[in-house]
């Protein structure tokens, strides 16, 4: 039997309570008893319990000093006193001097990449750095380009979302009207044509919506980014500098990354080297992979509020499934006028196969194959939770009840057991 645990922290101003959640089905139950304190970024509400489960990795961190009340076991929990937040928040009051720039010169606001390896707290700052912003009124648009991660929508696409309110202590950031686009691996390097595709496809998207939004594009755009910086990782990031014309990238933790960048970049772009925190955790690969099947759960069945998905049958001549990506031939073998990295990005018919089982469907807006397909942003996905070869027919998770909409469905690489 589990004892329930009462621990309470008193905080020093500028100093943050660390803690994890790491035993199955284990629950910590934070509360501010004095002060005022913030969870990346967001205000926590003084006598209002949050709740965290297994996987949580969380910093509360203080400005003035607070009392805080942690109940359920952690797995650690300590308070720092050495954080980056007072370098963050200068950070912050420099992006909020452009947009002030902006919003009196009718200009676009500042356009920032957060980059650098993997878990150095490159989505937590994005979020504090959106957070804040949202904090002073503004309604910046937030960009996510870590494939591996999903944190709009599902792993294994970008997207990107207006920000108009902090993030929930405990959903994030509100997932209303994302733009979503569907890229199908947990890794920009399965199909690098494509990723480049789609990253300047989302870039032109977001260009035009803030020509017809004053506030957002004065508010600016924060794009998170994953953590592979080398080799074609890095031309990847510098294709995504270009395509959404950033002004600003926050190095964070690699000085390599920072010099190949100071040397690269135009002059105009600014390229800042930040500290990590030294409350950053580091996450096995077993630890992302249960990450990634998280944020497709929680896309289905809800997160603090649950949601009800349909289970229903559907016949295999009624779908028009596609994945993208041919295999590629030298270019000595492709018709003429044609690249052999074009076949990267053609969209091949799937047949009914048990391989289909526990793989995710992009929805498409797009209604046939030849209608722009991979510059068509997504309306939502299911998932294939059984095969019928005898009756050709597929179970479908779905977050809509049937009929299924009569448009292209995009095949993922990556797979949900459904065992809720
Ligand atoms: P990736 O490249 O894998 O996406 P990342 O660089 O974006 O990683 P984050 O996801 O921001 O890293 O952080 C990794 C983990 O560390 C997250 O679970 C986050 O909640 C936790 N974390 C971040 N900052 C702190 C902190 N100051 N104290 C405790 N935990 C933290």
Known sequence: MTEVQLQEFKLDPDSELRF???????????????????????????????????????????????TVELRGRTEVSYVAKETPMVVYLNVHAALEQQRVSAEQECARGPVVMVVGPGDVGKSTLTRILLNYAVRMGRR????DLDVGQGHISVPGTIGAL??????????????????????????????????NTIVSRLAEVIAER???NKKASTSGVIINTCGWIKGAGYKVLTHAAQAFEVDVILVLDNERLYNELKRDMPKFV????????GGVVERSSTQRAETRDARIREYFYGKRTPYYPHSFDVKFTDLKIYKVGA?????????????????????????ASPALQHRLLAVSFAAAPDDDVLHTNLAGF?????????RQTLTILSPQPRPLPSTVLLLSDLQYMDNH
């Open 162 to 195: 207006l920000v108009e309110r902090p993030a929930s202590i405990e959903e994030g950031f509100s997932q209303q009207a994302p733009l979503v686009y569907h890229f199908g691996h947990s890794s920009p390097g399965e199909n690098l044509e494509l990723y």
């Open 327 to 351: 295999p590629s031939l030298p270019d000595s073998c492709m018709p003429l006028g044609m690249r052999a990295a074009d076949a990267l990005t053609k969209l091949v018919q799937v047949w």
């Open 140 to 143: 910046p648009i937030y960009v």
């Open 20 to 66: 994890e959640v790491e035993s199955k089905n284990e629950k910590v139950v934070l509360e501010i008893k004095s002060g005022y304190a913030e969870l990346f970024g967001t205000e926590l509400v003084k006598g209002k319990p949050y709740e965290f489960h297994t996987g949580a990795k969380v910093a509360v961190f203080t400005w003035h000093g607070c």
């Open 382 to 390: 299911v998932c294939v939770t059984a095969v019928d070869p005898e």
């Open 270 to 277: 600014k390229v800042v080297y930040l500290p990590k925190s």
């Open 210 to 212: 803030c020509d017809n």
